[in-house]
Structure formats: C-alpha cells, structure tokens
C-alpha cells in the first residue's frame, strides 16, 4: 500500500495533523491527481470539527473540500469531492470527473482554491435559487465575511440595480463601498438602532442573501417587513450561513402579513450537477479579476500552526502541499 503525506484529523477536538495516509486508490472513472492547492475554508474547519451538518462522525479523516489538482497529463482542474470521499488537504486526492472542470491555461491556481468556495455560496444562490433579474435589489446580511463581500462583488457582477451590506466590523464595512456596496449598515449591540437602520437602508431590497442568521435575522425580519412599502411584493430570503446561531424565532404573522419567502442555498438544495455547471462561469470571474480575493499561503506540513493562526480579515488561506 502506498502513502501519502496529508492533514489528518484524528479527533474532532483537536487540529489536523501531518502525517502519512494512505494514498487514494481511484476506482472506475475516477482520476487520480496531484493536489496544487486546497482552501481552508470555515466550511473545511466545520468539516473537520464534525459541526457541519454533512458530518459523519467517521475517524480519521483528511479535510477539504475542493482544490486544484494537476492530472497525470499535466491539465489544471478544479473539482469538488463527494461527500464520501476523503478531502483533498494531502499530497494526492482522488477525483469525480463529473465534479470538476478543467482551468484554462494560465489560470492562478492558488486564487481560485481560495475564491470558489466563498463565491459559489452567492453565485450558486443567485443563479439556482433566486435567479436574479437585473436591476433588483440586493441586501447582504454578514456582508464583512468573506464570503458575504464576495456576495456583494457577485450581485454587482450578475447584474444588481442596487446593494445594501450589511455588518459588525466597521472597517470592512465601509470598504464595500469600493466593492460594490451602495450602502451599509452598521449591524450593532443597539437592537432597536440596528432595527430603525436596516429598515431605512434596506426594506425596498427583494432578495437577502443571509450569513447570519440567528439572533441578527430574528430582528431583521420584521423591521424589514414593516417598513415595506407594499407587502405584497416578494421578498425573497436566502439562509446561506448561519455564523450568529442555528436557529431563530420567527411570528407565523411574518408569514401571512408579507409576501416573504424563505428558502435556503447549500448541498442538498441545488444538486450536484447545477453547481458542475456554474463552474466554468464563476472560474472565469474569478480569473479575469472581476471577484476579487487576497491570498496567503500556507505549507501542507505546517498545517497545525496555520490552523491555530487567526485569520486576517479579508484574506483566505490556501494550503500547498
């Protein structure tokens, strides 16, 4: 049996660490690759903490959840791995074919490890589950995460008349203006005041794409709706992450009073086959420098202090073996 050198993770309590594994062996169609670059992103920590709601429970496992990989015939290709498959933070990773696409030549390997997952939330999610129609209005709730200031990039790119973001942290906050942001909201402690700004800035808005839910979502809700001019008019509401807290509470009267409506952008709501094919468009964004990203890169082998580090705000990290 051969192996490998990968990130390991051996309990749900501590960080992965580098160790040798056992190399992939491809079955069927599958194609073997050389991985070049992985992104550690909040999805791969939740992944390998056992908290996202794909999780297993199965140990050891090796995290990741896309990546670029160079082919045994020297092609570039993005992919993503299945559920069941092993992550791609390792020296080789085991690829579907179906679940990945080939770069065009040129392409900045470590930028688009670091972009896809963050963009695709938003894209996928303006594209499969609320297409948007040029000229609407967009409100971004955790619009100073990473991948909700993609998200306003994104709706500026797919065509939005109009952006609200809105967030905690005050300096990226004002940085989306430069984005793509026509406003922001500074989301506070001061419920009320937070409650009177969102419903100033954003209540004409007819899709949220939401990051936050939890205890932000429960007080947006209905100041949003009662400030609405004509209720009647859709208000579409897309729960993409939920970094504030799991769950809220919402009155049924929110759901009779208003045309609102409630649905969410993940796995399992858009199949496998409707993200292959946004791939190629969102790749091209990405490279032509239309979403923006910062990077740094980390080594494979130093993986456990790059776990611990704290991330800079607005830069992703993207491991290479």
Known sequence: MSTMNAALVTSFDEPPHY???????????????????????????????GSHYTSTGVLPLVPGVDGVGRRA???????????DQQGTMAERAVIDPRRSIVLPEGTDAVAVAAAMNPAMSSWV???????????????????????????????????????????????????????????????????????????????????????????????????????????????????????????IQLPSAALRSANLRLLGSGQGSVSPQGYLAELPSLVAAIGSGDIAVRTRTVALRDIEAAWAARDEPGVRTVVVP
């Open 125 to 247: 999610a303006l594209r499969r589950r609320v297409p948007l129609v040029p000229g609407q209005s967009v409100l971004v709730l955790g619009a100073t995460g990473n991948a909700g200031t993609m998200a306003v990039q994104v709706a500026r790119l797919l065509g939005a008349g109009r952006i609200v973001g809105a967030g905690r942290d005050r300096a990226r906050l004002d940085a989306l203006h430069g984005v793509g942001a026509d406003k922001v909201v500074a989301l506070t402690d001061d419920v009320e005041a937070t409650r009177h700004r969102l419903a100033r800035a954003a209540s004409e808005v007819d899709v949220v794409l939401d990051y936050l839910w939890g205890p932000p979502t429960e007080h947006a809700i209905p100041a949003l709706l009662r400030a609405r001019e004509d209720r009647s008019r859709p208000l579409d509401w897309v729960q993409i992450g939920a970094v504030a807290g799991a769950d």
């Open 19 to 49: 160790r040798p594994f056992a190399a992939p062996v491809p079955h069927g169609d599958e194609a073997d690759v050389e991985m070049v670059a992985v992104g550690l992103h909040p999805r791969v920590r939740s992944g390998a903490s």
């Open 73 to 83: 015939d020297g092609a570039l290709l993005y992919f993503v791995t299945d559920d």
